[in-house]
């Protein structure tokens, strides 16, 4: 897919969704987990390996850490400033870790077997996930 | 990668957004600090400018944002063309004389009144889709609240992907985000974005005077403490000037890809 498509055609071809609950918060659902059946080269969303692979993505729902936001000087059209402050709270370091542990459990799993082949993996990095 | 350290540095050096804003022009009340459009998606304050997207949301949902928007869009259409909803009910007048599903409801509720004497033409649509719905359950047919009931959380919060791939090197190992940074023209000074909200609508610069909030997380249970490297990251709450500098601040930057598409 090329770097500079656009449109609905270049989206990723993100085939499957599942929502999870990471244990670590109150809520019934604070994981969204997607499957890709392509790896993502250097999982930049919508770039493709030239090799065949699955990606699971893991996204945190509702993270406690709050962004801060400032209007710009009154330029127009000068964006404002924005600090999304993505892991602030200790909270959603926990769950994004629970979120990445789940996506390798998911790539583990008997049904994903025929189609999991390790043999790109140095021995280490097939340790934990087998 | 086997501990949560190593999981949370991967993390933090390969975690990236797509983006799904919302909440930055919240409705609600007037006399609210945080609120920018009223029930009508008004802004409050001016008379003839309207917002309609996901940023009128008052607080962020528990899904994707496209449907919701899209409704918000169609509800928006009555709004502006000053049309009331089908029935005065809940189901939108978009779909004319011709909505399969509110022809059906209407036809069941009113086969039910002919069974049960019940005057049908007194409910809602919405009353009556209900009734539909559950029929024998007539008393669960409330009334249909106008009110906005707006928790107040006073910025946009978006999620953070992280991806885990079944290859050597998979992705969480193998880019180089400082690469895809400098592809985008960044120059590391954080907090210095986006096009996204370049694009957005004139209500969020009057909405926002440096709005700054710090949710406290919620401890429940025993969860698995993160510890060593975490401390180093940031604060639990809020951010040390030298951590937005050096850390955290970069991620959820944009890739080249999607900064394009966002751009307006």
């Known amino acids: 897919m090329g770097h500079?498509?656009?449109?609905?055609?270049?989206?990723?071809?993100?085939?499957?969704?599942?929502?999870?609950?990471?244990?670590?918060?109150?809520?019934?659902?604070?994981?969204?987990?997607?499957?890709?059946?392509?790896?993502?080269?250097?999982?930049?969303?919508?770039?493709?390996?030239?090799?065949?692979?699955?990606?699971?993505?893991?996204?945190?729902?509702?993270?406690?850490?709050a962004a801060m936001s400032a209007p710009a000087p009154p330029i127009l059209f000068k964006p404002p400033i924005i600090q999304t402050n993505y892991l602030v709270a200790e909270l959603d370091r926990r769950v994004v870790v629970a979120g990445m542990k789940l996506a390798r459990r998911l790539l583990a799993s008997a049904p994903l077997a025929p189609y999991y082949d390790s043999r790109g993996f140095s021995r280490a990095q097939c340790a934990d996930r087998r | 990668m086997q501990t949560d350290d190593e999981f949370l540095a991967a993390a933090t050096q390969r975690g990236t957004t797509t983006f799904h804003p919302g909440c930055t022009c919240r409705m609600g009340p007037a006399d609210s600090s945080w609120a920018v459009v009223d029930d009508q998606l008004r802004v409050h304050g001016l008379q003839n400018l309207r917002v309609v997207d996901a940023s009128i949301m008052p607080r962020m949902i528990s899904a994707n944002l496209n449907a919701s928007t899209l409704m918000i869009a169609d509800k928006a259409s009555d709004l502006i063309r000053r049309?009331?909803?089908?029935?005065?009910?809940?189901?939108?007048?978009?779909?004319?004389?011709?909505?399969?599903?509110?022809d059906a409801a209407r036809s069941s509720s009113r086969s039910a009144a002919r069974r049960t004497g019940t005057p049908a033409l007194q409910r809602t649509a919405s009353q009556e889709l209900r009734a539909a719905l559950r029929p024998g359950h007539e008393k669960s047919v409330g009334h249909r609240s106008r009110t906005c009931e707006c928790i107040p959380i006073p910025v946009p919060q978006n999620s953070l992907s992280f991806l885990a791939s079944c290859f050597d090197e998979g992705a969480l190992s193998r880019g180089d985000p400082s690469a895809d940074r400098a592809k985008a023209g960044r120059t590391g000074a954080p907090g210095t974005v986006d096009g996204l909200v370049a694009g957005g609508?004139?209500?969020?610069?009057?909405?926002?005077?440096?709005?700054?909030?710090?949710a406290l997380p919620r401890e429940v249970g025993s969860p698995t403490r993160l510890k060593g490297a975490i401390g180093a990251l940031a604060p639990p709450t809020a951010p040390s000037p030298r951590a937005v500098r050096?850390?955290?601040?970069?991620?959820?930057?944009?890739?080249?890809?999607?900064?394009?598409?966002?751009?307006?």
């Open chain 1, 4 to 65: 500079h498509a656009a449109g609905l055609l270049s989206l990723s071809p993100t085939m499957v969704y599942c929502f999870w609950h990471s244990g670590e918060t109150t809520e019934s659902s604070d994981l969204q987990l997607t499957f890709t059946p392509r790896e993502l080269q250097g999982g930049v969303q919508g770039q493709l390996e030239d090799q065949p692979g699955m990606t699971v993505a893991s996204w945190q729902q509702r993270p406690k850490a």
């Open chain 2, 83 to 102: 049309k009331e909803a089908a029935g005065g009910g809940g189901l939108s007048s978009s779909y004319g004389n011709s909505c399969p599903g509110r």
């Open chain 2, 201 to 214: 609508s004139a209500g969020r610069r009057c909405a926002l005077p440096w709005a700054r909030a710090v």
């Open chain 2, 246 to 264: 050096e850390g955290l601040a970069n991620l959820g930057r944009n890739a080249p890809r999607e900064r394009e598409r966002l751009a307006v």
